[in-house]
DNA sequence: TACTAAAAAGACTGTTTATATCCTTTTAGG
DNA sequence: CCTAAAAGGATATAAACAGTCTTTTTAGTA
């Protein structure tokens, strides 16, 4: 269970094959998806997502591309697995907190808490600089 | 993401309840499902495999019904959920390492370690008797 | 201005998983 | 041997996943 899903894969390697590049390099989606063995088409979904809240500058046109919207040590692991799985929710309870009560008397809801915490805390704690291969 | 299915819902709701009865109290599928809200066919597969691992005993015909294998403290969180949802596997490649190295240079990866620990740990750490409202 | 390169946006499709339900079989008691 | 209960298997529907295709918008260039 909790299982990452192939858009969350496929997100990450794109990010962090940005986040690799000298850092005003636009790169092209085609050689993106090439590079990190993501089908062009999907991959492309998943940046539009990036590009909305700012995760990556698009340009489009001739010489467009995408990089990377901020510094590499600046941009979390969380930041971008939430932004194409949504936010990290072990649990409906949580999202909807006030309809859990009834339902289950929630000695079960703190815990889903804890492990909402934890998980953030370990995403949240890892940019994509740690990623990147150093060489 | 993440999110626990229904399934993995009702079980909880399921062993919590029986974890909360008198220990040698043998319990209706029928009256289990209608306590704690659960389609009673849904909860019967369930129970089922509650039952091949020893979560639950079962017992067929006349009088029979469900009692909780295991004394409430001695079953966690964690057990209740990897029984039906299988293993707490936030990707891929924590279930074959093998195949990771490859495609990701898997920096990633270790972090993916740490996430299913947190997880583990913190559901490990609760057991059913840490679930049933005392009163 | 027209042409071309690139991303953005939206519709569409096939596959898999989730969420059940139903029916038949097995087991046990009375 | 009749009935009560769980076990097992087949089936159905809906949602999510994984991906493709086509059209539109934007920007650079001849």
Redesign the interface.
């Known amino acids: 269970?909790?299982?990452?899903?192939r858009k969350?894969?496929y997100a990450?390697?794109g990010i962090?094959y940005l986040a690799g590049k000298q850092p005003d390099k636009v790169c092209l989606l085609s050689d993106i998806a090439e590079a990190v063995?993501v089908p062009p088409t999907f991959l492309a979904k998943i940046f539009q997502q990036f590009s909305k809240i700012g995760l990556v500058k698009s340009y489009r046109g001739t010489g467009g591309g995408f990089m990377l919207g901020r510094a590499p040590e600046q941009i979390t692991?969380l930041e971008v697995?939430?932004a194409v799985?949504?936010?990290?929710?072990?649990?409906?309870c949580l999202a909807v907190p006030t309809d859990c009560e009834r339902?289950?008397?929630c000695?079960?809801h703190p815990?889903?808490q804890?492990?909402q915490g934890?998980?953030r805390?370990?995403?949240g704690g890892?940019s994509l600089k740690?990623?990147?291969?150093e060489q």
Chains 1, 2 share one sequence.
């Not at 799985?85 to 649990?91: H, K, R, V």
């Open positions: 269970m909790m299982e990452l899903t969350g894969e990450i390697r962090v063995d692991l697995v939430e799985e949504g936010p990290i929710l072990p649990n409906r339902s289950c008397s000695n079960v815990v889903w804890r492990v934890e998980v805390q370990v995403l890892v740690d990623l990147v291969n």
